[in-house]
């Protein structure tokens, strides 16, 4: 089983920060492509950010220079920074992964979903 626990929502007024947290846990060898998507309420999920094993990022145009993705490979974990926070910015977050498990196999993984409010 491999599991992904977020952390770091919450309410926030716009121009604020918050920091999201992922720590992936379970049956893995390694993780590839790591990140966050979002989903608001009658929207499609869209993604936001991610990070490849070698440290390539990939932002939203939305986010470009709000947020900042980073991850440490020693402790399986993915951060994203979020400043300059604005209302439509508030969404589900979800943490994604995929990785390397034994016997060859490659999957996809996801998180529960933490809320991230942005008061205007």
């Known amino acids: 089983q491999v599991q992904l626990v977020e952390s770091g929502g919450g309410l926030v007024q716009a121009g604020g920060s918050l920091t999201l947290s992922c720590v992936v846990s379970?049956?893995?060898?390694?993780?590839?492509?790591i990140g966050w998507y979002r989903q608001a309420p009658d929207s499609e999920r869209e993604l936001v950010a991610d990070?490849?094993?070698?440290?390539?990022?990939n932002y939203a145009d939305s986010v470009k220079g709000r947020f900042t993705i980073s991850r440490d490979n020693t402790k399986n974990t993915v951060t994203l920074r979020m400043n300059s926070l604005k209302a439509e910015d508030t969404a589900v977050y979800y943490c994604?992964?995929?990785?390397?498990?034994?016997?060859?196999?490659?999957?996809?993984?996801w998180g529960q979903g933490t809320q991230v409010t942005v008061s205007s």
């Open positions: 994604y992964c995929n990785v390397n498990q034994f016997w060859g196999r490659q999957n996809d993984y």
């Open positions: 990070i490849s094993s070698g440290g390539r990022t």
């Open positions: 379970g049956s893995i060898f390694s993780i590839n492509t």
